[in-house]
């Protein structure tokens, strides 16, 4: 392999969805990819071909950007508490409150109860009688459908073409998403976190190849002129980040 054709092809290795066939097995001169190549020769041939044309290796469009809010469908609940069927120091029964149905979990431990992870000794048998009772209130009205835990996470569609814009290749870029959200949160907090969602996805497509004016311009549409912290000078005291 000539030494450009070998830079090119590290180079077009991360946008080929299933290059990973290839690189655990080297010996075989079939491989399929995203691009449609067939073969290694192919492949290579495709990196002769950009080497002696001289152009860029790709060109990178953003073809949407979207924010998504999705039900978490495994939100972690221990700082409210726990569910059980069997009764412990400072367990709520569920069928004395009229709560509990044939089938179901009779005890709720709240997690201020002694020996649960939110147990403070430092405060009075009231106070944690009564933070047991808003947590007991709180699960309960979860299973009951009157809120949900929620996540927020950006999404952008890039087109990458490899051959001047002949084909192109979709490929869904996420950023990491913020799961763990209480739906009747404050809408100003959920609406920080797409924003911050947004402006961690924005960076992310730009070590992608997307140049930095198109990034500016195409979230210019998604991203308010200011942060909704309402700080106007919020990234240089660290609220959010560039």
């Not at 949160?185 to 930095?212: A, C, M, N």
Request: net charge negative; glycine share 8%.
């Amino acid at each position: 392999m000539k030494k450009e054709q070998e830079e090119w092809l590290g180079y077009l290795w991360d946008y080929l969805p299933d290059h990973h066939h290839f690189a655990m097995n080297p010996k075989k001169e079939k491989v399929q990819t995203g691009a449609g190549l067939k073969t290694k020769e192919g492949l290579l041939n495709l990196c002769q071909s950009i080497v002696d044309a001289g152009k860029p290796p790709h060109k990178t469009v953003i073809e949407s950007i979207v924010v998504n809010r999705e039900d978490d469908d495994c939100p972690c609940l221990d700082w409210l508490g726990k569910y059980s069927m069997e009764n412990c120091k400072g367990a709520i029964d569920r069928m004395e409150t009229g709560h509990w149905q044939n089938g179901e979990y009779r005890y709720f431990v709240p997690a201020v109860a002694e020996g649960q992870i939110n147990y403070d000794s430092s405060i009075s048998d009231e106070e944690r009688e009564k933070y047991s009772r808003e947590d007991y209130l709180r699960m309960e009205s979860l299973e009951s459908g009157k809120w949900y835990m929620l996540g927020v996470q950006a999404v952008c569609r890039l087109k990458i073409s490899h051959d001047g814009g002949k084909s192109w290749l979709l490929q869904d870029i996420h950023s990491s998403g913020l799961w763990g959200i209480e739906s009747d949160s404050d809408e100003s907090f959920i609406k920080q976190v797409e924003y911050e969602q947004l402006e961690e996805l924005k960076r992310l497509v730009i070590t992608l190849g997307v140049p930095q004016e198109v990034a500016d311009e195409e979230f210019s549409h998604h991203l308010p002129k200011e942060c909704p912290c309402g700080d106007s000078d919020c990234r240089s005291n660290g609220c959010c980040k560039d």
